[in-house]
């Protein structure tokens, strides 16, 4: 099992351009989310999704859009990027039947908008 | 606002002494506390978890203990080990399958 993967691991925009983030998972996991860490800020969630064709918006999801056409999927879109969008970009999956909390993460898409 | 917060952004300790990470919250909703820890250029992995019906989970060298009258949760690491260098994040539910992070703390374990 790969887990949680995502492409790519780094990536230079120009204020302006957009770009997709990919996020895959073979967990067979019903839920999935996508996270910004910011230094002092921790991990602040973005959008998620409770299966597929479903999403919903988090903490901070102005200036993103997310799709979930497959189960296994989570795309995460920047449609014009702007400097503040310079982050980390972590994608996490959990089982979502249990009662356990623990999600599992990806290793990450270090994104700088200049 | 956060309603997680790690007031200690490091943490230095001598390798084979005691590490003790604290977390406070404010939300009174929250009812599973998670620690996730983080080296560099890796995502979060999970490490051990509590839920509020218990005050203690010990797993190996780590325990995390929760008072929810004070808000309260930390980690204790023992012995610490130079494996154990990375940042940990406290973590918190509310029944939603949606987690609430701290900003982190940064610990070296010192040989």
């Known amino acids: 099992n790969a887990g949680v993967t995502q492409t790519p691991k780094f990536r230079v925009l120009k204020t302006g351009q957009s770009m997709t983030l990919l996020c895959a998972q073979d967990?067979?996991?019903?839920?999935m989310y996508w996270y910004r860490q910011d230094p002092g800020m921790g991990l602040r969630l973005i959008h998620y999704s409770v299966g597929e064709g479903t999403t919903a918006k988090g903490e901070v999801p102005d200036g993103y859009n997310v799709s979930r056409l497959k189960k296994q999927n989570f795309l995460l879109g920047l449609e014009s990027a702007a400097p503040s969008q310079t982050s980390v970009y972590f994608c996490?999956?959990?089982?979502?039947?249990?009662?356990?909390?623990?999600?599992?993460f990806g290793p990450g898409t270090r994104l700088t908008v200049t | 606002d956060q309603q997680v917060k790690q007031n200690s952004p490091s943490l230095s300790v001598q390798e084979g002494r005691i590490s003790i990470l604290n977390c406070d919250y404010t939300n009174s909703m929250f009812d599973y506390f998670l620690w996730y820890k983080k080296y560099p250029a890796e995502g979060p992995t999970f490490l051990i978890s509590i839920s509020s019906i218990k005050d203690k989970n010990e797993d190996g060298r780590f325990t995390v203990f929760l008072n929810k009258s004070a808000k309260h949760l930390s980690l204790h690491i023992v012995p610490s080990q130079p494996g154990d260098s990375a940042v940990y994040f406290c973590a918190a539910s509310q029944n939603d399958y949606k987690l609430s992070f701290g900003a982190g703390t940064t610990v070296t374990v010192r040989a």
């Open positions: 996490a999956s959990h089982w979502g039947h249990t009662k356990s909390y623990e999600q599992y």
């Open positions: 967990m067979n996991h019903e839920y």
